[in-house]
């Protein structure tokens, strides 16, 4: 059946066109919306707190990148939760949820759990990942502990490859390192700082400052130190406990 | 309710509350404030129907015939974001490759049964937006297991499905999110009779194609360069 690794051949985009198929939204929906949005608490989603923009290499192949825009929630000081978009923009299609963790919970799991998160270190200290209209100033207490975290983040929008609608499994993303397959290419991160008229490399050297993790769990990155394993998931038939009789 | 204990880890630093005081103030969420609608349902999971959840979807359109939801375990501040959930219209459905629509399960049942719902909106509005939804499919995935008591999201990714018909939904959740929201899933079921699912009726390659279906991890070779590239971690 289907993996994360397919390219299915329908409903790709062709040219500029990004946005998905259908029609536009009437005026008797938008008054619905409005109308839901002030009778509605919406408590999770008002609960973002930072917008971070960085990059992802998909897990199985870390030739495909993209830009990423987290929207990122707090349970507590060593857990974050995101929704992961592909831009800034109103229209920004939902690709994914990262978690991220601090280094002591991460230690606290089975290798077979730290072999699906990557590292955070090297997004932070080359710059790739900047928190958009917030000075490095002010960044820095919390980009010091991101530096030390880990994330797990599964993109179930394969928007890169012009998927118009979510097709097949989702897919294990990685995170840029500095060395091989990991690097992200020049041009996407020359896209990104012309849109917020930032320098990755200028913030790089901001941040000298901020402490390296002394130890980065080689499970993280499982690529790195595995001879270039992957992971993708597939999607397989199986019989389904049951109640009553499905669908 | 608070799920927030359970989760390991210390208390919010006060300088971390700080710099997010600064950054909501400063940042836009362009993408989050598109989000709109709270619907509260059911899930399963799509190789074992035993194990149900109650799901808050919070959605925004991208259009009038996408939609997409962040699902969370509860209403509350401290919830849990544990999966993300895709609602699109029959037309579109049908113009995915059967082999896709399996993974998509329909929303009929769930919008006429009334075990679909948005709390603290007036019936009559929110039957006005149903009406839609009970035509349209959607494909979930959640990403951490609360049901089975997982204090962090352990594992991969779990497809989900949906009720289809009577009996499917264990009766003791059900009771308890009628009482928790104040709402009457029989009294709804009535108010909702005239409505109707696609118009074409519910796809058979929907739902699963009629089976169950499960995630699996699975380890790859990367392509040689990537492979090559591989070195002892040296940092930066």
């Not at chain 1, 299915?8 to 998905?20: K, T």
């Not at chain 1, 949820?97 to 077979?112: A, H, K």
């Not at chain 2, 989000?35 to 259009?63: G, K, P, V």
């Amino acid at each position: 059946m289907a993996t994360s690794e397919d390219q299915p051949a329908a409903l790709r985009e062709s040219g500029e066109e990004r946005q998905p198929p259908g029609q536009k939204m009437g005026v008797g929906q938008h008054i619905l919306d409005k109308g839901s949005s002030m009778l509605q608490s919406l408590k999770p989603v008002k609960q973002v707190s930072q917008h971070a923009c960085s990059f992802a290499l998909y897990g199985d192949d870390l030739s495909r990148q993209i830009e990423t825009h987290h929207y990122i929630s707090r349970l507590n000081q060593d857990f974050l939760q995101c929704a992961v978009y592909d831009s800034d923009a109103a229209d920004a299609h939902l690709i994914g949820v990262e978690y991220i963790v601090s280094d002591q919970i991460f230690e606290t799991l089975s290798t077979d759990e730290q072999k699906l998160w990557h590292s955070h270190a090297y997004e932070i200290k080359s710059g790739l990942m900047v928190h958009p209209r917030i000075p490095e100033m002010v960044a820095k207490p919390e980009l010091e502990n991101l530096a030390k975290s880990y994330g797990k983040f599964w993109c179930t929008w394969q928007v890169d490859r012009g998927d118009k609608l979510p097709m097949g499994a989702p897919a294990l993303m990685m995170s840029p390192q500095a060395t091989g397959a990991g690097v992200v290419k020049a041009e996407l991160v020359q896209k990104r700082d012309d849109y917020y008229n930032i320098s990755t490399d200028a913030i790089k050297g901001s941040r000298v400052e901020i402490e390296e993790p002394e130890w980065i769990n080689p499970q993280a990155d499982y690529w790195k130190q595995h001879d270039g394993k992957g992971f993708a998931i597939d999607i397989v038939r199986t019989d389904m406990k049951l109640r009553v009789p499905f669908p | 309710m608070s799920t927030q204990s359970k989760i390991p880890g210390e208390a919010t630093h006060a300088s971390t509350a700080v710099f997010e005081t600064a950054t909501a103030a400063v940042q836009r969420f362009r993408p989050i404030n598109q989000i709109h609608q709270h619907l509260c349902a059911f899930h399963f999971y799509s190789h074992d129907m035993t194990r149900q959840l109650e799901a808050h979807h919070f959605c925004a359109h991208l259009n009038d015939e996408v939609r997409q939801c962040l699902i969370y375990d509860s209403p509350e501040k401290d919830a849990r974001l544990i999966g993300i959930e895709y609602i699109i219209s029959e037309n579109l459905f049908l113009t995915l490759p059967d082999e896709e629509k399996c993974f998509w399960h329909s929303h009929e049942y769930e919008v006429k049964s009334g075990t679909l719902f948005m709390p603290g909106m007036p019936g009559a509005i929110e039957r006005v937006d149903l009406e839609k939804v009970c035509k349209t499919y959607g494909k979930v995935f959640h990403f951490w297991q609360v049901d089975r008591g997982d204090i962090l999201p352990l594992g991969i990714p779990q497809l989900m499905m949906a009720l289809t018909r009577d009996e499917q939904l264990d009766p003791s959740l059900s009771l308890k999110v009628e009482k928790r929201y104040g709402v009457s899933f029989e009294e709804e079921r009535r108010k909702r009779e005239s409505m109707s699912g696609p118009e074409h009726g519910v796809h058979p390659m929907a739902n699963g194609g009629g089976g169950g279906l499960k995630t699996e991890l699975r380890e790859t070779e990367m392509a040689a360069a990537a492979a090559a590239a591989s070195i002892p971690r040296v940092f930066v």
